[in-house]
């Protein structure tokens, strides 16, 4: 057996990664982050035009049919340029939602719409992955939603919602009875707070069925943010490494240095095995469904701790400019630091892959 990317695997991420350095620069994203544009709308155009919101979803239905681990090398490039997109709702979660629950009226109105991009959806699965807090949590009952959703994913001007309830259950939404922003260290990427009072919803896949349908999203969705964290990590140790080899202090490139050089060695140590386990992860997705639960909870928290390490040893590499706007730095940085927490933390994730071990109490 040949472990390694196919051909068309390694063409579709590098197409991809050209096109975003054309449609998301840094410029863009700071445009975006900064400048407080309610959506980089023409980011997603662009990638629509390459079919990427129909990655996962199959050809009848006007997608690609193709995997997760084509998402998952898809989510590294979009991590390693920190692309404002909906990807994560709108291409991954929500066309696997309608897919593992949804009827076939449901998937025929909302799929098509979704591959060719003409649609977007939030994902509201916090509360029963990480745990609610606040008083948060959403109860279904009659066909009816009502509750508090926090975290919320790509739901700001989304046309969908893909909603959990409290027990589990996946829902479709259309309307919320408020949408406001929250406040989070990652200005590339926008979460939410959503209010329902009474609100009309279709339900997707009842309990138990539902829960195990949740359970794949969020399989899923950890595998993808450690995807995402692969890749801004790479695009961090890329820029510390290219930094090392221009800045000068006492008649040398600082890259010369012992003590940088370790540094940037220790970091790519770290990074390389980590891609190893993320594309493993999404592999088992859809090839070892018995493998893939535990497999996304490696990669999310060990990524998660992985990242943070790269994320500050390359700001250290950059010396006080590594803490400056100029550089920009700042935008992975922070996008790894909100990939840690988002549906839970490396300490609950690990919580969770002890369970599947039959190692926690």
Request: charged residues 20%; negative net charge.
């Amino acid at each position: 057996m040949r472990f390694a990317l196919s051909e068309d695997q390694k063409l579709l991420q590098d197409s991809l990664t050209k096109a975003l350095a054309d449609l998301a620069p840094l410029e863009r994203v700071r445009r975006f982050a900064d400048d407080n544009e309610p959506s980089a709308g023409d980011i997603w155009a662009g990638l629509a035009d390459l079919g990427l919101p129909g990655l996962l979803i199959d050809e009848e239905h006007g997608g690609l049919g193709l995997g997760l681990l084509e998402a998952a090398l898809a989510a590294e490039a979009l991590g390693r340029a920190v692309a404002p997109t909906p990807f994560l709702g709108s291409a991954v979660l929500a066309p696997l939602a309608l897919k593992f629950g949804g009827s076939a009226g449901q998937q025929a109105r909302w799929l098509p719409r979704l591959a060719a991009g003409e649609v977007t959806a939030g994902v509201a699965i916090s509360e029963p992955i990480a745990g609610a807090r606040d008083g948060a949590g959403v109860a279904a009952q009659g066909g009816r939603l009502t509750g508090k959703a926090l975290f919320v994913i790509g739901a700001e001007g989304a046309d969908l919602l893909v909603v959990a309830d409290r027990t589990g259950g996946l829902h479709l939404a259309e309307t919320a009875e408020a949408v406001e922003a929250m406040s989070t260290i990652d200005a590339t990427r926008r979460l939410t707070e959503i209010s329902f009072r009474d609100t009309p919803a279709q339900p997707l896949a009842e309990p138990p069925a539902g829960k195990g349908a949740l359970h794949r999203l969020r399989d899923a969705a950890w595998t993808m943010l450690a995807a995402d964290t692969l890749g801004a990590g790479e695009a961090m140790l890329e820029k510390a490494v290219a930094y090392a080899k221009e800045r000068r202090q006492f008649g040398r490139v600082i890259g010369s240095f012992q003590a940088v050089k370790h540094l940037c060695a220790e970091m790519a140590a770290e990074l390389e095995p980590a891609r190893a386990l993320v594309w493993y992860a999404a592999y088992a997705f859809d090839h070892a469904p018995d493998e893939a639960p535990l497999m996304a909870a490696h990669a999310k928290a060990h990524t998660s701790e992985i990242g943070r390490f790269v994320a500050r040893t390359a700001t250290e590499v950059h010396g006080g400019m590594g803490i400056t706007d100029l550089l920009g730095l700042h935008y992975w940085f922070k996008r790894i630091g909100l990939n840690r927490q988002l549906l839970g933390g490396p300490e609950r994730v690990r919580e969770t892959a002890a369970r599947l071990q039959g190692l926690a109490a």
